[in-house]
């Protein structure tokens, strides 16, 4: 189903010097699959995030919010259950499982960040997920990220691992991040959870731009169904167990490969999103702000008439045209707007153009993945998001879900 | 298909003085359907109306947006095609339009207001339509309103029209109207044809401001799939051939009666939403302005997921939450936010209620018609909007509508 997107190669998932992981079956929301995953860190790892701003956060990212002040030992993932909409009692049972693997691996309680996903508004069971936190320290393991990532999955169908290398001034830094996505994939951290580690060591308050930099150029670029979910978490840490990377030359490599990580988990989301069946590229350019080229794609990219069309490779283009028109941007010229699709100019002068051929948008469209291109000719700046086409299989796995 | 929505009782339509209407076969996209329909107008008749907000206006709302500053003698309505996305020449197709049957009546082609539905980014057939002006001319009859309808449909199952009688302190007025939807129902008059005619007299500014009134109490408080087309318009129509209301008192119940014809025709819009099987009403009550409260329902009736749950009576109840969590209320306390469904009390405190049952809510979700009630406690605004659910129908009628 997944566009594109093999599973991890094992051999490509390089360790990080002072992360280890591992899981264990808790029996959530289903028996005989691996649904808890902790991830231990060496002392001095820094970590950093963000999270959902949905107002409805889930207890988990309350707790989350609040222990990142504290040095942190130890991330425990459940999956199954998103502990949202839990009032709180939530809190309470997220602190559980919080203490549970605290006592389980030498630390406290407050130096445990907790993230969970699933189904929301049900009680979480923290209590089958504490028995299961022996078994995964048991299993902690620097090689484990691909299981890692297989623990942390919901209706995603593949899982999400990716990893990086890169030069730095006093030696060479691994990146890895797994990620976990399905429906509701959004700017905003919707219901989407992503760890990215490094070994290099990078100061606290360097690691928090990062994170932030690193986010609006990957998960807050990638939408499946507009939906922000209540849990959603990106955490970017760094155990400084290798190189120390702190000249602006060495954060901005280090920024880079991250961010390339993030990318390529971002977008492996849409590629696993719930039914898809396209990738889609929206580049908008020429915008007179990143704000505003951000408002047209997302504008295409959440249309329900234009992800069907995309479903149906049907170039009916005007349906993309209709969401640039309503974008929101008030003085759009419309006259001036060009539309390509792959290289295929579809329309400019405010309509179709007269060197328009159906025959070759069709072929851009038949494609698994092409690019939908708007130049706006009222500025400098750009944007690109990505998304999946909307097809028979969302319906039906968002309908089925819960039952 | 279509919930609840049976077809209009031609005994129940009343024709309104100085309204004629007729309709004819001009092929503009299958042939042996009637696809053109004109309305004319008795001398002295008043128009008013409220457009799309689309920057990519289609080319007979730009053309009818300034031939309302004339009197009108005339309005005609193609359906097959929507003349949007066409430029230049496409204002050109429709002045063509206009030219044509300015001739056929004896009014100038700038007393004639063009609108169109359907396809967008195609040429205009307009020789076609021409062509079948005179047997549409030919068929003007007071009583052709049923008729009127059903030609002025695309994607619609059922045609849509309405009728209501007001007793103003000169006599009884009548209300008539009928509207067209399809997908892309939404406020800013997503495609959607409404026209609403009284035979009451008005005064032009009184009629302005009651067609803004009553859009914002109706066919802005709907929506299918949020997305926002290039063509919907609504015009409110007052020949003067009844009763004058010209009395605060009588131009409120006249307003009111107008008001209720024009719901009725947008809620059957939703009803008869692509792929409907559920009519869902979202109440937001307590907020603090209307805006807010607009906000948090929309939120609601756009999100997919919940639309989905909706379709498969699932009380998936967290996803509305969600919903409400990323409206964008910036300071909104979740733990104050109350929900029902029907009269089920589901959530309150941030999570779910103790009495919550899940059987009751099944009960209510089942229903093709139910109520979602938000009550956020900060204000006393509230705004209700109309959606529907989200089935496997929509993605086939959308992604097979061109082919």
Redesign the interface.
Known sequence: MAVNLPRPDPAQLYPVRGVELGTAMAGVRKQGRRDVMVMRLAAGTRVAGVFT?????AAPVVLAKKHLANRVRALVVNTGN?N???????IDRAYFVCKALAAGIGAKPSEILPFSTG???EPLPAERIAAALPAAVADLREGNWLAAAEAIMTTDTVPKAVSAKVRLARGDATVTGIAKGG??IHP?MATLLGFVATDAGIAPAALRRMVRAVADRSFNCVTV??????NDSFMLIATGKGPTASSATDLRKLGDAVTQVAQRLAQALVRDGEGATKFVAVKVERGRSVAECRKVAFSIA????VK??F??S?P????I???????G??D?D??RVDLFLDEVAV?G????LASYSEELALQAMRKPEFTVRVVLHRGRAEATVWTCD???D???I??????
Chains 1, 2 share one sequence.
Do not use: W
């Open positions: 701003r949905n107002r409805f956060c998103a949202a909409g839990t009032g709180k009692e939530g189904v929301i508004m429906g509701m905003d169904d507009g939906d922000t979910s209540t959440h249309s329900p008439l069907t069309a479903f149906a049907d009916n283009l005007g349906r045209l209709a969401a640039i028109g309503y974008a941007v008030r759009l419309t006259d329309a002068g405010g309509g179709r909307f097809s028979y969302y319906v039906k968002n309908a089925e879900y819960r039952t």
